[in-house]
């Protein structure tokens, strides 16, 4: 089931979704686009997710419970902070994924619910090319303060604790 966004295109999958959401009451809401969008980027989590846990990182979590600590300290005090920074790239890339997602938006929100991606493409055919450009900025901002505070925080950790050789 992690490999189904592989094989089906965002838009495929909201088209055979989309008859359960109406059933359910989520087509046309912010609920039901946040669920479907969770539908596509949560396998690609678990796939991002399948090289990190490891028989290393199970090794660990074995130790810390030979060493007399709990499954809670286990996770709190040495496997999340150990896996921070892939959290926090598989956090960046699937919402790239889903600040980007057009078709999945588009069949599930059935025009009532508006995104910027949306809004660019609708202000693209509407050949309003000032607002088209407006909105495109608007898109890429929340993704590049993204790299900017990555930059700024995660790889600055690792430039920084290296000492130069003489």
Not at 3 to 32: D, E, H, M, N, T
Not at 69 to 87: E, F, H, N
Not at 110 to 138: M, R
Request: net charge positive.
């Amino acid at each position: 089931l992690a490999y189904l966004p592989y094989v089906f295109a965002p838009v495929v999958l909201a088209a055979c979704l989309q008859y359960f959401f109406i059933r359910a009451g989520l087509s046309g809401k912010v609920w039901g686009i946040a669920l479907a969008q969770l539908f596509i980027t949560f396998p690609y989590g678990v796939i991002f997710f399948a090289s990190f846990w490891t028989e290393r990182m199970l090794a660990l979590e074995q130790l810390i419970a030979t060493l007399g600590g709990s499954t809670w300290q286990a996770y709190a005090r040495v496997l999340l902070p150990v896996a921070k920074d892939t959290l926090m790239t598989c956090f960046f890339q699937l919402f790239l994924i889903s600040w980007f997602e057009y078709g999945l938006t588009t069949l599930i929100g059935v025009g009532k619910v508006q995104t910027l991606t949306l809004k660019v493409f609708q202000y693209v055919n509407e050949a309003n090319i000032f607002f088209a450009a407006l909105a495109s900025c608007l898109l890429v901002l929340p993704p590049v303060a993204l790299l900017w505070l990555n930059k700024r925080y995660v790889f600055s950790r690792y430039f920084a604790t290296k000492t130069p050789r003489h």
